[in-house]
């Protein structure tokens, strides 16, 4: 069984640096797209980053140049280095994988099969 747990979340200031952490069980991690997602109250589910299992990187427009994502297949885990957070950060975040995905439903929240339970992240103005 495929098991997703987040870590790292918290209440910060606007300005500085947060590391959230995905630690993956039940899977051949190395395979697998691991994406990062976050959910705002009263907004949808949106995409953030997402590592290949060839180790490419791709961000959301909002966070190029702030957020770092990482994989380390030897631990099956993935980062989420996010540095000069801002407010509008603020959301649950979510870490997600999938086996399957081509590189165009990488930003696709429903194509992802497991997700993790979610993580806070706060930050104040």
């Known amino acids: 069984q495929v098991q997703l747990v987040e870590s790292g979340g918290g209440l910060v200031q606007a300005g500085d640096s947060l590391t959230l952490s995905c630690a993956a069980s039940g899977v051949t991690f190395s395979r697998y797209t691991m994406g990062w997602f976050r959910q705002a109250p009263g907004k949808e589910r949106e995409f953030v980053a997402a590592?290949?299992?060839?180790?490419?990187?791709y961000y959301a427009d909002s966070v190029k140049d702030r957020f770092t994502i990482s994989r380390d297949s030897a631990k099956s885990t993935v980062d989420l280095q996010m540095n000069r957070l801002k407010p509008e950060d603020t959301a649950i975040y979510y870490c997600?994988?999938?086996?399957?995905?081509?590189?165009?439903?990488?930003?696709?929240?429903?194509?992802?099969?497991?997700w993790g339970q979610g993580t806070q992240v706060t930050v104040s103005s």
């Open positions: 997600a994988a999938d086996q399957n995905l081509i590189l165009s439903s990488l930003r696709t929240p429903r194509l992802y099969k497991t």
């Open positions: 590592v290949r299992y060839n180790g490419r990187t």
